[in-house]
């Protein structure tokens, strides 16, 4: 049982500008400072490609990172120390891409160096959050609390993007530095504040409890190794590491390949292909707030479960992605727009779904090992985004070379994507089906203690 209060509206908001405090630096180093290296320096497109790629590598750390906060028992520390090497590592990245244009060869030495901290601080901060929450909100919350910490962060790139670039403009070295300096003094200044107090002094309980656990399970609290291999020979946890690859991974590949199959194969302009991008991510905020409403305590269960949102959302994407198959085949006269749209709303559904399962699992088999848990499917969901916008591009090139058909090349790039939504949809029952295991479980040692009295 859960021995500090759980979290209100308040504190879920204050855990939503951290959030956005993340976006905020991370939105930066991959667009402004992307778009800089490209067009103002000319560089090779692959330089920024390789550095974002890099601190989704990075990221690997995240179980490390969720076992320390484990043994530390307070996610504060490891939420501010994360903010603030990410920070650090945003200003770095923009320093390095000044120096580029000087020194080349150092500046991009550097860009590795900041990139590398922008990874180990989005793993600090990013996985001790989400374990926090695991915690600390009730389960009828869990869904809305979600939707709403992740439309913070999306208003945190919104806001950041548009204010940034108006700054920006006109563009010099020194007015880079300067914005990038101020933005991240302002999201670690904005960080301490919601952290203060956020999480409540140790109660007496929590460091009897902590204290319990340091003497019972010393060997176990000092050995990372043995936790990870404890974490990963649970079935629950298994299941749900490769549902959150598949399902990631077949998201992420989407992202840089939708806007040239509309160009290519629809003729739209790169205004009406972006505004078919805007449609995508309208969706998936429509598809975030049917999920909350589902979740949220007065209608909980009556809409569906978050269960039945996970798999379904994900059969649906896999239906949306099969209809981009037929879009490449057919051309125009397929409804573009819609088949967008109802993708966008399928994502939105169950991304959503699946970070409340998430948030449920991680303290299921006990909050000793809730960072752990959280820290591996940090790691799988950002090694499928790594592969998947490399896997995306790679695979369309490929397909062109081989088939010399744009329709034909399209189509099997989605079809491989269609394919990993149904995977996930599998790995999202097969999910639930320990839920169902560990209920008949408990109502069987239910009815031996009541024969026994």
């Known amino acids: 049982m859960n021995a500090l209060p759980f979290f209100g509206w308040l504190h879920i908001a204050r855990l939503g500008l951290i959030q956005a405090c993340m976006g905020a630096v991370v939105v930066v ?6 778009r800089i290296m490209v067009v103002e320096l000319a560089l090779p497109a692959l330089l920024p490609g390789f550095l974002v790629g890099f601190h989704y590598l990075v990221q690997m750390v995240r179980p490390r990172m969720g076992f320390g906060a484990d043994q530390g028992r307070r996610c504060t520390p490891w939420m501010l120390g994360g903010i603030s090497v990410l920070a650090l590592g945003g200003f770095l990245a923009s320093l390095a891409t000044v120096w580029m244009a000087q020194e080349l060869s150092q500046g991009i030495a550097l860009a590795v160096f900041a990139f590398m901290l922008i990874g180990f601080g989005v793993s600090a901060c990013g996985t001790s959050l989400l374990v926090l929450m695991s915690k600390r909100v009730a389960d009828t919350r869990r869904a809305p609390a979600a939707t709403a910490v992740w439309m913070m962060m999306i208003v945190g790139f919104a806001v950041t993007a548009i204010t940034v670039g108006k700054l920006l403009d006109p563009y010099t070295p020194q007015r880079l530095l300067e914005i990038s300096g101020g933005l991240s003094v302002l999201v670690v200044f904005i960080s301490f504040v919601c952290l203060w107090n956020l999480e409540g002094r140790v109660t007496v309980a929590e460091a009897s409890s902590a204290q319990s656990f340091n003497e019972v399970q010393p060997a176990q609290k000092l050995d990372f190794k043995k936790t990870l291999q404890t974490v990963w020979s649970e079935p629950q946890a298994k299941a749900f590491t490769v549902f959150v690859f598949l399902s990631m991974l077949a998201y992420s590949s989407q992202d840089l390949i939708l806007e040239p199959f509309a160009g290519a194969l629809f003729g739209l302009t790169p205004g009406e292909t972006t505004q078919l991008s805007g449609l995508h991510h309208s969706a998936v905020l429509c ?63 169950f991304s959503i779904a ?13 909050e000793q090992h809730a960072g752990t848990r959280m820290g591996l499917w940090g790691a799988s969901q950002a090694i499928a985004f790594g592969l998947g916008g490399l896997l995306g591009t790679a695979a369309s090139d490929l397909a062109h070379y081989v088939l010399g058909e744009q329709g034909t090349a399209y189509a099997c790039v989605f079809g491989f994507e269609t394919v990993m939504f149904v995977m996930a949809a599998a790995c999202a029952v097969w999910v639930g089906r320990y839920d169902l295991k560990t209920v008949e479980q408990r109502h069987t040692n239910l009815v031996l203690a009541t024969e026994r009295t």
């Open 29 to 34: 180093t991959t667009s402004t400072l992307n």
């Open 354 to 366: 699946a970070i409340a399962t998430m948030m449920r699992l991680a303290t299921q088999g006990g």
């Open 287 to 349: 598809g975030m707030l049917a999920v909350a409403l589902a979740g949220s305590g007065r209608v909980a269960g009556r809409l569906g479960s978050i269960q039945s949102w996970m798999v379904g959302g994900c059969l649906v994407s896999g239906l949306g992605m099969l209809g981009l198959c037929l879009a490449a085949a057919y051309g125009p006269p397929w409804p573009l727009k819609a088949n967008v749209f109802l993708l966008g709303v399928a994502n939105g559904s």
